[in-house]
């Protein structure tokens, strides 16, 4: 399990990236500048520390998890919920960020390259492995590459990145953008939220945003036609002043037959990784297949920074189709076995009443079509993300909630009823509503909120009320990038976990889940 959590602690640096490297202005000059400029600093660091306490009713049965856990309650990685037991620990993370442009090139050539250091207080120590390292003595081998890319600027408002880097599915870059703006605009992580490994070129104008990305998912046997690949192709245009509109092209070349994965877990449409990270499970057999998967889609946001009015508004559409061919038994053809087309559907609307963003009324609504027979009709009418490849690969983690939908706040532990937005094939119509004040502006910062999901296909011995929730949060700035911050949240489950299928195997609905925790976060520069 500790491989197989290395993937998803990838993504949690995330903070990380709200703040700039040298201004790209300079670069985007191009290489057909001969004379350097004035050399501005080649080496900048940063460390990104984050340390909290948690108390919930949520744990893992199995005990050898020792509460690294990642994917949907109640499924397959043996989270329950108890009225008796109460996980109490303490976690720390620190994520050191370095990046190397050297003055001779003029800030046309830079090294990007971030690790992570993840523990829970008192783990374990004198050994190896991610995640831990923080018993007595300590002396543990643990440190995670999280990126290591190279970027070039060869033309004026072009880049062009090259190495394991940041893989999102929105056309900004990744690392001269605030985090926020990936969560809250483009399809918001929930499709592809992640690191992969790969080239993606970028051009980057004050009214164009085009994005063409190659990612290699999973190699396998080099010498074999045996890879996952990804290909993207998304563009976004700015029509007025407050308005952006985009579109996109997602393909997914699978040769694999679940070749590779997550450590015992392995990856793809028919391996237990979906079990643990709620996605659908195809039950394809033992057969190689092949699979082709697109996802074409449009996206749009008003004035979503709330800066040029009082309202933001955000939203998209994302059509998932395709197909997976097994091989026959007496013969080297491969033919159709499952056929793909699921819809997904996201608004986001926010009234800024206040001096500040911090002052805001938000309401977020998710949908997502579902499949009632699993694939006994040769069809598969629910959507794909990148959870069915990586773990996660994808996070919805910008609607406010904290345990129906998941949240960014975790080092160890990324656990919700939805993980991801198929709801393992289901479906999900949910929504969340969110009302944040600021007391004391830019510095005290308070939240509360609340959501609500239906699964939009019954499971069996279930019904479709998934449940609600209640969340609040306090936050105060101490100073430049240094927060402490207070959150709790408390989940009423619904009918829908009268269901032995997706409650744990239970014979009666699971205790109803809480958590609470203070953290203390800080940018170091």
């Known amino acids: 399990m500790k491989n197989s959590t290395l993937l998803f602690l990838l993504i949690f640096s995330f903070p990380i990236l709200c703040f700039s490297q040298e201004n790209i202005q300079e670069g985007f000059k191009g290489f057909d500048k001969v004379l350097p400029t004035k050399a501005n600093k080649q080496l900048q660091t940063f460390v990104y520390f984050y340390q909290q306490s948690v108390s919930m009713n949520m744990f893992p049965e199995n005990d050898f998890l020792k509460g690294q856990i990642v994917g949907r309650l109640f499924g397959g990685n043996t989270t329950t919920t108890s009225n008796s037991i109460k996980a109490l620990y303490a976690e720390q993370r620190a994520i050191p960020?370095?990046?190397?442009?050297?003055?001779?090139?003029?800030?046309?050539?830079?090294?990007?390259?971030?690790?992570?250091?993840?523990?829970?207080?008192?783990d374990v120590a004198y050994g190896t492995g991610g995640n831990t390292g923080s018993a007595i003595s300590a002396d543990q081998v643990n440190i995670q590459t999280q990126n290591l890319e190279v970027e070039f600027v060869p033309f004026k408002n072009w880049t062009v990145n090259v190495g394991l880097q940041r893989m999102f599915d929105t056309p900004y870059d990744a690392y001269r953008t605030a985090f926020d703006k990936f969560t809250q605009t483009g399809y918001r992580l929930a499709f592809w939220g992640t690191d992969g490994v790969g080239v993606s070129v970028r051009r980057q104008s004050d009214y164009h945003k085009s994005k063409f990305g190659y990612y290699k998912l999973y190699e396998n046997n080099v010498e074999l036609n045996d890879d996952v690949t990804l290909f993207e192709l998304n563009h976004q245009a700015t029509i007025a002043p407050k308005l952006n509109v985009g579109a996109s092209l997602y393909y997914v070349k699978d040769r694999s037959?679940?070749?590779?994965?997550?450590?015992?877990?392995?990856?793809?449409?028919?391996?237990?990784?979906?079990?643990?990270?709620?996605?659908?499970?195809?039950?394809?057999?033992?057969?190689?297949?092949?699979?082709?998967?697109?996802?074409?889609?449009?996206?749009?946001?008003?004035?979503?920074?709330?800066?040029?009015?009082?309202?933001?508004?955000?939203?998209?559409?994302?059509?998932?189709?395709?197909?997976?061919?097994?091989?026959?038994?007496?013969?080297e053809n491969y033919k159709k076995s499952v056929s793909i087309s699921g819809l997904a559907a996201n608004l986001r609307g926010t009234y800024r009443y206040g001096s500040t963003v911090g002052d805001a009324l938000s309401t977020d609504i998710i949908y997502t079509s579902g499949d009632g027979n699993s694939i006994t009709d040769g069809k598969y009418s629910g959507i794909l993300t990148g959870n069915t490849w990586g773990a996660p690969g994808a996070i919805f983690i910008g609607s406010g909630a904290y345990i129906l939908f998941p949240h960014g706040n975790v080092v160890n532990r990324f656990v919700a009823a939805v993980t991801d937005i198929s709801n393992?094939?289901?479906?999900?119509?949910?929504?969340?509503?969110?009302?944040?004040?600021?007391?004391?502006?830019?510095?005290?910062?308070?939240?509360?909120?609340?959501?609500?999901?239906?699964?939009?296909?019954?499971?069996?011995?279930?019904?479709?009320?998934?449940?609600?929730?209640?969340?609040?949060?306090?936050?105060?700035?101490?100073?430049?990038?240094?927060?402490?911050?207070?959150?709790a949240a408390y989940m009423g489950l619904g009918d829908f976990y009268n269901s032995k299928v997706v409650n744990g195997n239970s014979n009666t609905k699971p205790v109803n889940p809480w958590l609470g925790f203070v953290c203390l976060k800080w940018l170091i520069f």
């Open 257 to 331: 037959s679940g070749k590779g994965g997550v450590s015992i877990l392995g990856q793809g449409y028919a391996s237990p990784l979906e079990n643990y990270n709620g996605t659908f499970y195809f039950p394809l057999g033992p057969q190689p297949y092949k699979g082709d998967i697109f996802w074409l889609g449009t996206y749009f946001s008003r004035n979503d920074e709330l800066v040029l009015d009082r309202f933001g508004l955000t939203g998209f559409l994302n059509y998932n189709f395709g197909n997976i061919r097994q091989k026959e038994l007496t013969t």
């Open 97 to 122: 960020f370095f990046v190397y442009s050297p003055s001779i090139f003029d800030g046309k050539a830079t090294l990007r390259a971030s690790f992570e250091i993840d523990w829970t207080w008192g």
């Open 424 to 487: 393992m094939g289901f479906g999900v119509s949910g929504g969340t509503i969110n009302l944040s004040k600021d007391f004391i502006p830019n510095k005290l910062h308070t939240k509360i909120g609340a959501a609500a999901a239906l699964s939009n296909v019954a499971p069996s011995g279930g019904g479709n009320f998934m449940g609600w929730e209640v969340n609040g949060k306090v936050g105060y700035d101490f100073g430049a990038f240094l927060t402490v911050e207070a959150h």
